[in-house]
């Protein structure tokens, strides 16, 4: 059975950092591109960046690129992002996504970002 | 790439179907022939669920009531009998994938009369 388990999000001032994570399970996670999508409170999804299985190619959505980084270790099956200059429109629950076809999801991690 | 869906709202009587469109702003087809467009639900306080992929491919245990249709840049899920378990949101999604570009429609909120 796939899991995706994200974890890491918490409250956070503007201007701050932030590391997400997510543990996956029940396949190949070595063989599978990965995304990230969120979404801000009573709003719709966004997808906002890729990695490829290898983690040799990224993409970024523009509204995070230059302050997010997604990376992953496939000897740990773990999907990172980090999270920079953080702005109050980036709150929001963050999902982790598997593959092309984005047809498992995780639970999600809240980041919530005030002052 | 935009991706814009209609109605937003939809209130529907048990038993009764239900149709949400989305319309691209750009018809995206792949060198094998597929077009990605995927269809996802989203129950209140979960996360998402794909229930349809390239157009109109059911993912496993999703239950037949559920199709989709269309080509080109007009898409369409279909409900045949609406229960109560299908309340929630509907969002198409569209990309590339190379290099890699989703988006997603801005969300279709179904709800029972």
């Known amino acids: 059975e796939v899991q995706l388990v994200e974890s890491g999000g918490g409250l956070l001032q503007p201007g701050g950092s932030l590391r997400l994570s997510c543990v996956a399970s029940?396949?190949?996670?070595?063989?599978?591109?990965m995304n990230w999508v969120r979404q801000a409170p009573g709003k719709g999804l966004e997808w906002i960046s890729y990695i490829s299985s290898t983690g040799s190619n990224m993409r970024y959505a523009d509204s995070v690129r230059g302050r997010f980084t997604i990376s992953r270790d496939n000897a740990k099956s773990l999907l990172y992002l980090q999270m920079n200059s953080l702005r109050a429109e980036d709150m929001g629950v963050y999902y982790c996504a598997h593959g092309w076809g984005f047809d498992y999801w995780g639970q999600g991690t809240l980041v919530t970002v005030s002052s | 790439l935009v991706l814009t869906q209609s109605p937003l709202s939809l209130p529907v009587t048990l038993g009764q179907p239900a149709s949400i469109s989305c319309k691209s702003s750009?018809?995206?087809?792949?060198?094998?022939?597929?077009?990605?467009l995927n269809w996802f639900q989203q129950r209140p306080g979960q996360s998402p669920r794909r229930l349809l992929y390239s157009i109109s491919d059911r993912d496993s245990g999703v239950p037949d009531r559920f199709s989709g249709s269309g080509s080109g840049t007009d898409f369409t899920l279909k409900i045949s009998r609406v229960e109560a378990e299908d309340v929630g949101v509907y969002y198409c999604m569209q990309g590339s994938h190379w290099p890699p570009r989703y988006i997603f429609g801005q969300g279709t909120k179904l709800e029972i009369k």
């Open positions: 750009q018809s995206i087809l792949y060198n094998d022939g597929n077009t990605f």
């Open positions: 029940g396949f190949r996670f070595n063989s599978y591109a």
